[in-house]
Structures are given as structure tokens and as C-alpha cells.
């Protein structure tokens, strides 16, 4: 409970107006490139599932009376599965402040989570075999409030991924060499 | 050997109490029994046909089977602390040995504890807690009451050598007593507590109820009619109202009995700067509070509580997983105002301020009201197109919506936020209304939403994740909202505070 330099903020008639302001941030768009990932991963999925629903199917009802429906049904499903990851995909933003890092996410609601540095737990820097193959990484901030604060930003150019990483980390080691 | 002097430094590997081999050996037999309850039931049931000495020879084989386990795990259970590391070290096990090294500076509390079996064998359990498991790993069940005050006041000054950055500040360890919990009101808590959950618990017994009669009147053909003309006669009801009567006088008495079993004798000691917290009857519970890990503070009554002068408290302290830790939790029910008061500024230092307010928009009520009134009245009334309805259902029908009705309203009346530099207050609740206080400084991060249809109408959520528990307010001014996540992160990043 040490707050040596606590006089420097005993008076602080801060305008509301200096506070730097959330809204004001141009938020930097996710890799395009990522796009092609989730179509892939999307695709591998749908395939999976429709061939052993159709096998099924067809195994079951060999007068094919239900094939038609569960086709519709299916192409519905992937159609809407496609939509849905197009219009979340420009919603996925982030920005990284002197101090803190956010990011935005989320088709039906938006929702902005903001990390200060000094609350960061640790961070890690994630590459699956495709993400690798495009040269893009995944970064995840850990902090102590649980796992509905945590961040995870996928789609991340690797080497902006490196950078942001080792930017979080120097201000993580900062505050305790001052303390 | 064994009976070594005990060396109150606990630098050199230290076992337990002698008796705690009792005490290994219940644990083992708790262990076992809950492994090998059904294989026993089983064995048992077919006792007869195996005969009954071959059964009791097995019996008496495992108790020595036990026994010699618990005498193992006696001796090769040893516990010191390495002050050169900044270590407590724990060795353990039957025939795997395991080693448990905990970093002091990542202790979070040493809690004392005795529970039946070590009551009457006269010693004491010792729990280390720590901040990155939520389980406690570092559990010493068996020793003398010296020797786990001892342990728990080395562990703590060494942790606090550690953590004290002011060397200026002398370490007071003065006990002083605080607060003491009368058994007076610990009833009165016990009489008016968790008056809604047996509330409900009682409709979904007496729904069960209803359809099992129904059943049975179905099957024998009766008409529906008949039924219900039985059930309005007077012996149905007064049956019925004996039921509920009765279940409502057993709920509470558990209730009551619960509350006065696990709280009885509840004090709480200053202890230089932290509070030491006491409690229990047959298991007595003693934990420490350091103000500078409480993460959030929270305190409840409800109307008959509130006449009383009764709350209460619930200090909430770091963990990993705020829904299975409950240990990370301190409940102190039956506190008035005046000590919910001095505690609270005990903990956070200054007596609280309320700050700005903030209320929900009127729109907070339309999800509740739909699916909670509109659907249900909905259905009814689809209902009555095509069967007919017995009377009776549209009088319990309007007394739920009336009572439906209210519940909602007060929620909404009753949800409120106020932020000021200092401190985020939450109150919400329908019957228990319930005030959280968190400090700005202890946000780990902040999260800010959006439903697409509230954009028009300027409505948010926000949340504030703690290391406590997240602290959420929905259907707030959205602008207002934006406003004050930009002060609370200056808030954050600007101090120089330690979080925990």
C-alpha cells in the first residue's frame, strides 16, 4: 500500500475533457487475409457434418423422402454460418493506447473491452498450422478479472502480433522496476 | 523418534501432532468409503450368501489396511519453511511421495480450521491458500493449537516482510477485539434469510405435488370437473394450506439451524492491519482478511432485516473462478449498521461516498415483462380458445401477475449505480437488496456493449471485471456510460495502488 507518488495526484481537478477519450480511437481492422482461414476452418466443419448427416440419411430412408428437406435445412445452416462470420468480421477491431489495449468485437451487440497494461497477467502469442501458412498469429491477454475479461485477437499480422506482445510485456515490467 | 519438541521455527521438516494419525486414518476411511460405498452395498446386500464373518474379517482388513495408510501418511507427511527461498515446502503421500513448494509471496491466507473429528481429538487443520489455485493444495490436517497459531503468524510475517514496501510503518500486531456476533442475531438472520429460494422451492414441490394428484384422479377416470371440485372443498384446502404452512416452518427452521451452526460465535479481531475472522460451532473456521486483497465488498438485507437493523456482509477476496471458489468468499451475517460501517472503512481505508448516479432506462423492464408476463398470459389465453378453464386458474393467474408485476417493478426501482473517483456502488435486488462496492483502482479491466437495437435509443451495459467477480450495470445511457469508462481507466492507469 505504498503510495509514494500519490501527492502528484492528491489534486485532481482533471477536466472531464482531457481524460483521453475511448470513442476517439480509430480501431485497426484484423488481417483481410484472415478471411480466408475461417472460410477454410467453416468449410472443413460443414463437410465433416453434412457427410455424416447425408450418410445417414441416405442409409436410413432409401426412398429419399427426407433428403430434400435436410438439404435445404443444411444449405441454410452453412449459408447462415457464412453470413453471420461476414458481417462479424469487420466488426473485430483493436487499438493499442500508451497504456492500455482494446478491442471490439461482436454482430449483435458490440462489445469494447480496454485492458490497462498494468492489470495484464500474461500474454501469449498463438499460431495454428493454417494461421502459420499465412503468416498470421493470435493474440491472447490474460488478466486476474476471470475469463469473461480476457481478450483474444485473432487475424493479427504475426509480426504486429510479436510486437504487441513484447509492447505489453515491457509495460507489464515497467511499473515494478519504478516501485 | 516422533516425539521431538516442536521447533516453533519450523526451518527444519516438521511432522504433525502424533494424534494425527487418527485423523489421517478418518480421512482415509472417508476416502474409501466414498470410493467403495456401492461395492459395499452391494457386498452387503449379499451377506448371507458370502457369510457374515468372511464379511466382518474384510471389514476388519481394511480398517488395518487404513490404519497403516494413515500411519504412513503420518510419517511421511513433513511441512518447514525455507526462509532462504521465500518457500514453504509440504511433503506428503502413502507411496507416492509428493512435494508441494509454495512461493510465500504468493500466499493469500492461512486459515485455521477444526472440524469434528479434530475437536475431539484436540487439533487443529491448517489450509494454505494461494492465489493461483483455487483449490487448496497445502492442507495440514493435524496439529496442536501452539503450533498452528505459530505456523500461521511465521507465515503471515514472513509474507508481509515481503509485501511491506514502507519499512518506516512498524508492524503492530496488536489484537484487538472488534466485533462480536450475538447468537441473538444470528436467529434473527437465520428467521428472515432466503425468504425467495424457499419460496420457490416450495411452488416447484407443491407443482410436483399437484400434477401427481392430478395424475392419479386422471387414471381413475374422473372428471377433470370432480377433481377440482374435490380439491375446493374444505379438507383440500386446509390440507394444502397445512402442507404449505408446514414446509414453509421446515424451511426455515433448517434454515435457522444452518445459519446458527456454521456462524455461531462469529467475531472478528483487529489484527494490526488486518482482520481476523472467527466462527462455527462444531466446525470452527478462522480466516484473515488483508484490506489490500479484498476486491469487492458486499453487503444485503431485505425489509424484516432492515427494521432490525441486521445485514449481511461478504468480502470478496482474489480468485481464479468466482462461481466454484467459495472459500475466496467471507459471509459475516447479523452485523448492524454501525459495525457493517467499521468494517468497511477498516477495509477500504475512508468511509464510502456515493458519487454520481446512474439509473437503468425504462427499457430494462421489457424483456422480464414479456417472457415473464406477456408470454405466460399469452398462452392462457390460447388456451381457452379450444378447453375450458376452471375459475381457479384465472385467480392464481392474476395473483401471479400482480405478483410478477411487482417483483419486476421493484427490481427495476431497486437497480441503481453510482460512481465517484473513489469507489463503484452497485445496488440491485428484488426482496434482498444488495449494495457492492468495488474501489477503481481494483478493475482489471472494463467491458463496454451494445445491442444493435438500442443504438438508436442511446442504451448500453457496461462491466467491470474485478479479480472478485465482474460488476455489471445493463441498460445504462450509453454516452454517460462511454463517459465513465474513460475516468475509471484513467482512474486505473494513473494509480499507483496495488491491486492485491
Redesign the interface.
Known amino acids: 500500500m505504498s503510495d509514494k507518488t500519490e501527492h502528484r495526484f492528491d489534486n485532481p481537478q482533471i477536466q472531464l475533457a482531457d481524460i483521453p477519450k475511448h470513442e476517439d480511437l480509430v480501431l485497426q481492422p484484423i488481417a483481410k487475409r484472415y478471411w480466408n482461414i475461417i472460410v477454410i476452418h467453416l468449410l472443413i466443419r460443414f463437410s465433416v457434418i453434412g457427410a455424416v448427416i447425408f450418410s445417414l440419411v441416405l442409409s436410413i430412408d432409401p426412398l429419399n423422402v427426407v433428403l430434400w428437406p435436410v438439404l435445404i435445412g443444411y444449405l441454410l445452416v452453412v449459408g447462415l454460418s457464412f453470413y453471420w462470420q461476414r458481417m462479424a468480421f469487420p466488426k473485430r477491431g483493436f487499438a493499442i493506447r500508451k497504456h492500455d489495449i482494446i478491442y471490439r468485437r461482436g454482430v449483435l451487440s458490440t462489445i469494447k473491452t480496454i485492458i490497462p497494461f498494468q492489470r495484464v497477467q500474461h500474454v501469449a502469442v498463438n499460431e495454428s498450422f493454417l494461421s502459420r501458412k499465412y503468416g498470421l498469429a493470435q493474440l491472447q491477454v490474460f488478466t486476474a478479472g476471470g475469463s469473461s475479461s480476457d481478450i483474444k485477437i485473432s487475424g493479427l499480422e504475426k509480426e504486429d502480433a510479436e510486437r504487441m506482445k513484447s509492447q505489453i510485456m515491457f509495460h507489464i515490467v515497467e511499473p515494478q522496476q519504478n516501485a | 523418534m516422533p516425539s521431538l519438541p516442536p521447533t516453533l521455527s519450523f526451518h527444519e521438516d516438521q511432522r504433525q501432532s502424533l494424534s494425527g494419525i487418527i485423523v489421517e486414518s478418518a480421512y482415509l476411511i472417508q476416502k474409501t468409503v466414498k470410493a467403495f460405498w456401492g461395492l459395499a452395498l452391494v457386498l452387503a446386500l449379499q451377506a448371507d450368501r458370502i457369510g457374515w464373518h468372511y464379511l466382518i474379517l474384510f471389514l476388519v482388513l481394511i480398517l488395518i489396511l487404513v490404519f497403516i495408510g494413515g500411519y504412513l501418511s503420518y510419517r511421511n507427511f513433513t511441512f518447514r519453511i525455507d526462509s532462504q527461498h521465500q518457500e514453504f515446502i509440504l511433503q506428503k503421500g502413502i507411496f507416492n511421495k509428493k512435494q508441494v513448494v509454495v512461493q510465500l509471496i504468493k500466499i493469500q491466507q492461512v486459515n485455521i480450521n477444526q472440524n469434528f473429528i479434530q475437536k475431539m481429538i484436540d487439533v487443529y487443520g491448517v489450509e494454505i491458500e494461494t492465489a493461483g489455485s483455487s483449490k487448496s493444495e497445502v492442507q495440514i490436517r493435524a496439529v496442536s493449537k501452539q503450533i498452528a497459531l505459530a505456523l500461521k503468524s511465521h507465515l503471515m510475517e514472513e509474507v508481509s516482510t515481503i509485501q511491506e ?2 519499512p518506516s510503518k512498524p508492524v503492530a500486531v496488536t489484537r484487538q477485539s472488534f466485533i462480536h456476533i450475538s447468537p441473538l442475531s444470528l436467529v434473527k438472520m437465520g428467521l428472515t434469510s432466503r425468504y425467495v429460494e424457499s419460496f420457490f422451492l416450495l411452488l416447484a414441490f407443491l407443482s410436483a405435488i399437484y400434477n401427481n394428484v392430478k395424475d392419479i384422479w386422471w387414471n381413475d377416470e374422473e372428471s377433470e370437473d370432480e377433481f377440482y371440485q374435490l380439491v375446493s372443498t374444505h379438507l383440500g384446502i386446509q390440507f394444502i394450506a397445512s402442507l404449505i404452512i408446514g414446509l414453509f416452518i421446515v424451511t426455515i427452521l433448517f434454515n435457522l439451524i444452518r445459519t446458527i451452526l456454521v456462524y455461531y460465535d462469529l467475531s472478528i479481531i483487529k489484527q494490526g492491519r488486518s482482520l481476523n475472522i472467527a466462527y462455527g460451532l462444531f466446525n470452527s473456521k478462522s480466516t484473515v482478511i488483508h484490506p ?1 486483497k479484498v476486491q469487492k465488498i458486499a453487503f444485503q438485507n431485505n425489509y424484516f432485516q432492515r427494521k432490525m437493523n441486521l445485514y449481511e456482509l461478504c468480502i470478496q477476496q ?1 480468485t ?3 462461481h466454484t471458489d467459495k472459500k475466496a468468499k467471507i459471509r459475516m451475517p447479523g452485523c448492524n449498521q454501525r459495525e457493517l460501517d467499521a468494517i468497511i472503512k477498516f477495509v477500504l481505508d475512508k468511509p464510502v461516498s456515493q458519487g454520481h448516479l446512474l439509473k437503468p432506462n425504462i427499457r430494462k423492464i421489457i424483456a422480464p415483462l414479456v417472457f415473464l408476463l406477456l408470454l405466460p398470459l399469452g398462452i392462457l389465453l390460447l388456451l381457452q380458445i379450444n378447453t375450458s378453464i376452471p375459475s381457479m386458474v384465472y385467480y392464481m393467474a392474476f395473483f401471479y401477475l400482480l405478483l410478477a408485476g411487482t417483483l419486476i417493478y421493484f427490481g427495476y426501482q431497486n437497480n441503481r449505480l453510482y460512481i465517484n ?1 473513489d469507489f463503484v456502488i452497485k445496488q440491485s435486488g428484488i426482496w434482498d437488496i444488495q449494495t457492492e462496492i468495488i474501489e477503481p483502482y481494483k ?10 437495437w438500442h443504438r438508436r435509443s442511446d442504451i448500453g451495459h457496461i ?1 467491470l ?3 472478485g ?2 460488476l455489471s450495470f445493463r441498460f445504462g445511457d450509453y454516452t454517460e456510460l ?2 465513465y ?3 475509471l ?2 482512474e ?9
Open positions: 514496501t514502507d489490500q482474489p481464479s473462478d468466482v473517483k478493475i482489471q479491466a472494463i467491458s463496454i456493449k451494445q445491442n444493435f462491466v471485471h474485478t479479480a467477480g465482474d462511454k463517459k469508462v474513460d475516468i481507466t484513467y486505473i492507469e494513473t494509480s499507483s495502488k496495488n491491486w492485491m
